[in-house]
């Protein structure tokens, strides 16, 4: 069960019980003793527990561990789910668990990420050929996309996983600074992944046409995509497959252990 079907389920589940309580009110409300009869005796509801502070959710190793102090500490961690050098390149980059939660959160609202991993954006041009009068995405493209593809393939799934939920403490606190209230960074992330997963690379590469100065697709059904998805398009369908296919791994590793 997703985390969105629990929080319906229990929401639905505590109206029954006081709409439950509502009823029995009405029926035996005219059967309560008077003023003269014997009083009730109420139990005492008890004091609910406070939620836990950041320091008490951490792990021993992440002890004393703030979101402005925890760059060096996911640089160890995360550098360790993979032996990619260009990793290591990326950890470089500071606010690292800021930047993740933003892309997430944007992912998941149909926005591209690429304000949050500028780092990330490949230094060779957008290309098209030409076919007569009309223009399609050179497949030479989509080798621009290789690397990320390729780091993002080699974490380890299990690691990853784990390493998420060890972080999550500091990732519920930046997303707090950016959530509307009642929101879940854990919904974030099954939204992000399920938005991406909805992406069917075309088996041939797409038709473009310009539009000012950008290119925009021909197909409709493509274009309507949102940037977030389309950003996903433009990796090309061999590295968009086989993001794909990770992402449904992590999700299963996520849920597993949930």
């Given at each position: 069960m997703s985390s969105t079907t629990k929080v319906i389920a229990a929401v639905f589940a505590a109206l029954l019980v006081v709409a439950a309580a509502v009823v029995l009110w009405l029926l035996f409300a005219a059967d309560e003793p008077g003023p003269e009869g014997p009083v009730a005796v109420t139990t005492p509801l008890p004091e609910p527990s406070p939620t836990p502070t950041l320091a008490e959710r951490l792990s021993a190793r992440l002890a004393g561990t703030t979101l402005q102090t925890s760059d060096a500490v996911v640089r160890e961690l995360v550098g360790q789910l993979s032996a990619r050098p260009a990793l290591t390149k990326w950890l470089a980059h500071e606010d690292l668990v800021r930047?993740?939660?933003?892309?997430?959160?944007?992912?998941?609202?149909?926005?591209?990420p690429t304000t949050q991993l500028t780092f990330m954006r490949p230094e060779e041009p957008f290309k098209v050929v030409q076919r007569g009068d009309r223009f399609f995405i050179d497949?030479?493209?989509?080798?621009?996309?290789?690397?990320?593809?390729?780091?993002?393939?080699?974490?380890?799934?299990?690691?990853?996983?784990?390493?998420?939920?060890e972080l999550e403490p500091l990732v519920d606190e930046a997303y707090r600074e950016i959530s509307p209230p009642g929101s879940s960074f854990a919904d974030r992330v099954e939204a992000a992944i399920d938005h991406l997963l909805e992406v069917v690379p075309p088996a041939e590469p797409p038709q473009v046409e310009r539009k000012v100065v950008t290119w925009v697709y021909v197909d409709e059904s493509l274009e309507n995509l949102s940037d977030a998805q389309k950003q996903l398009l433009r990796m090309g369908p061999e590295n968009a497959l086989l993001i794909k296919a990770k992402l449904r791994e992590l999700k299963a590793e996520l849920s597993a252990n949930s």
């Open positions: 930047r993740f939660v933003a892309a997430v959160d944007n992912v998941g609202n149909g926005v591209s497949p030479a493209s989509y080798d621009r996309y290789d690397l990320p593809t390729q780091v993002f393939l080699s974490l380890d799934t299990e690691g990853t996983a784990a390493l998420y939920r």
